[in-house]
Nanobody, 120 residues
């Protein structure tokens, strides 16, 4: 009943910017943490950024100072503003969220991913 859908991926040149969006839809009572992960072939999925319901954020060291995670609770949407992107940022970016939909506990949901390619 709950789905996460990412958007905003694509091709961008090194040093450029990109903004990813992820919107949750369905039977949603509340959304706790929202996160962005990324994965490249041959490597484990990496946690990029986290934002809590209260707005506290955490970032992977590799993106601190360049990426910003934010959320719009009214729209059930989380964003990842990617600035000064570099080739090593190339990956499939996945949205993840902890969502309460009426059960006794929060459940985690994943989007299907959006490709970000940084290349000149």
């Amino acid at each position: 009943q709950v789905q996460l859908v990412e958007s905003g991926g694509g091709l961008v040149q090194p040093g450029g910017s990109l903004r990813l969006s992820c919107t949750a839809s369905g039977n949603i009572f509340n959304i706790h943490n929202m996160e962005w992960y990324r994965q490249v072939p041959g490597k484990p999925r990496e946690l990029v950024a986290t934002i809590t319901l209260g707005g506290s954020t955490n970032y992977a060291d590799s993106v601190k100072g360049r990426f910003t995670i934010s959320r719009d609770n009214a729209k059930n949407t989380v964003y990842l503003q990617m600035n000064i992107v570099q080739p090593e940022d190339t990956a499939v970016y996945y949205c993840h969220a902890d969502i309460y939909s009426g059960s006794s506990a929060y459940s985690d949901y994943w989007g299907r991913g959006t490709q970000v390619t940084v290349s000149s």
